[in-house]
């Protein structure tokens, strides 16, 4: 990692596998400039609107035991395997982050802040990253369920930004297609239509419009 400018490792980076994350994780001094770095983020206002929850050693089987109650309240038919593995999600790397969004009274738009808390979700992914680390940053069922946020803590008001799953990659992930910028870039003249990345992606694969305004 050291060998590669930062240009070369952005170009490169991916995230990894969750299944690929061993131990050892970070160490104490490690985690520490980890989230050091993950809060050197722009933050119009300096509102510090993000949080975040450590899950390591015992206290992801803890909090496993949480996501375990709230499937069986959320799902009330489900089978005992599929709880256990529920309670296990947590267990899938030596280090997980729950960065949490919280959006502060003031005058700044909440969609900035709301913004910054994927900034430093990013940034920590970068800063274990930079470290040696493989990180994943997922959402899973359970940043949406209101039974979890609440048995773990944290304000009906407040919304989970993304769990970082942070490991000792055992395997590199492959290279995946990234997007074709001329979809995406409009060099502006005043005239031609602006490219909005409609032919971008996997069309179809995303959420009705509508739903999204439910899962936020
Ligand atoms: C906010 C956010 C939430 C995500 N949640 C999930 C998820 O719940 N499940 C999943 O499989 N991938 C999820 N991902 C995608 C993974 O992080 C995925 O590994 C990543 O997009 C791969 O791209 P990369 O290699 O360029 O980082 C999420 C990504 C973001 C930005």
């Given at each position: 990692m050291s060998e590669l400018s930062v240009a070369e490792f952005l170009k490169t980076r991916r995230s990894a596998k969750v299944s690929t994350l061993q131990e050892p994780g970070p160490n104490a001094s490690q985690l520490q400039e980890i989230l050091e770095i993950g809060t050197r983020v722009p933050d119009h206002g300096k509102y510090c609107p993000w949080y975040f929850i450590v899950l390591q050693d015992a206290a992801r089987r803890q909090a496993g035991n949480l996501l375990r109650q709230a499937y069986a309240a959320e799902?009330?038919?489900?089978?005992e395997a599929k709880l256990e593995l529920e309670s296990e999600?947590?267990?899938?790397?030596p280090l997980v982050i729950a960065v949490v969004s919280r959006v502060r009274e003031g005058k700044h738009p909440q969609w900035e802040q709301i913004l910054s808390a994927g900034a430093v979700c990013y940034n920590i992914c970068l800063a274990a990253n930079a470290h040696g680390f493989g990180t994943n940053w997922l959402s899973e069922w359970y940043s949406f369920s209101p039974t979890f946020k609440s048995l773990l803590g944290?304000?009906?008001?407040?919304?989970?930004a993304g769990f970082l799953y942070i490991g000792t990659q055992s395997e590199k992930n492959e290279e995946r297609e990234r997007p074709d910028l001329s979809n995406l870039v409009t060099f502006w003249d005043g005239q031609s239509q602006l490219k909005?990345?409609?032919?971008?992606?996997?069309?179809?694969?995303?959420?009705?419009l509508a739903q999204w305004s439910a899962k936020i």
């Open positions: 799902n009330p038919d489900s089978a999600r947590f267990l899938r790397a944290v304000d009906a008001q407040d919304h989970f909005t990345g409609e032919t971008c992606g996997m069309p179809g694969t995303g959420y009705p």
